[in-house]
T-cell receptor, first 106, second 113 residues
């Protein structure tokens, strides 16, 4: 089945710092999504990005489908960015990586 | 509107109780999903309904019984649960259940005593 690996598992940032989260996947990508799960458990869609680059405010994502990885960039981090970031790939179902726990300190 | 709603937000139940979780979406989506998420783990798929028919059951124990009364509503009936079933239960929906974007509700945090 599909394997989705995320790195790093944990990340602590000072407010204002930039970061890059990585997602490696084992199969050719039909659908790749990035989510942010806030401390209350809500999973928020960040990007649907099977290939290419997208930007939304301080966040951007790039998927290189031929090399089977995706990157999520967070610039000028804020405390509200804290939480867990998941990438997920669709085979016959959405398979999530283990997540990156991000803590942004003020 | 990209909102999926779930009720209740929190639920505490005994092992002999029967309860139901509810999920609703008004985006015209034809696929709806139940996921279970244990602490510090990613969500795991339980069931998929596509066009109101159960299309995927990930070998979930029969004490969990899904129901899709119409294209906007999804229920999860709970009976004789075990303490290890305590988790966050997430509902999601998508346009047609293929490779499209899934939108998640806020979840129901379930505790089984």
């Amino acid at each position: 089945g599909i394997q989705v690996e995320q790195s790093p598992p944990d990340l602590i940032l000072q407010e204002g710092a930039n970061s890059t989260l990585r997602c490696n996947f084992s199969d050719s990508v039909n659908n790749l999504q990035w989510f942010h799960q806030n401390p209350w458990g809500q999973l928020i869609n960040l990007f649907y990005i099977p290939s290419g680059t997208k930007q939304n405010g301080r966040l951007s994502a790039t998927t290189v489908a031929t090399e089977r990885y995706s990157l999520l960039y967070i610039s000028s981090s804020q405390t509200t960015d804290s939480g867990v970031y998941f990438c997920a790939q669709y085979g016959n179902k959405l398979v999530f990586g283990a997540g990156t726990i991000l803590r942004v300190k003020s | 509107d990209t909102e999926v709603t779930q009720t209740p937000k929190h639920l505490v139940m005994g092992m002999t109780n029967k309860k139901s979780l509810k999920c609703e979406q008004h985006m015209g989506h034809r696929a709806m999903y139940w996921y279970k998420q244990k602490a510090k783990k990613p969500p795991e798929l339980m069931f998929v309904y596509s066009y109101e028919k159960l299309s995927i059951n990930e070998s979930v124990p029969s004490r969990f019984s899904p129901e899709c009364p119409n294209s906007s509503l999804l229920n999860l009936h709970l009976h004789a649960l075990q303490p290890e079933d305590s988790a966050l239960y997430l509902c999601a929906s998508s346009q047609d259940g293929r490779t499209d974007t899934q939108y998640f509700g806020p979840g129901t945090r379930l505790t089984v005593l």
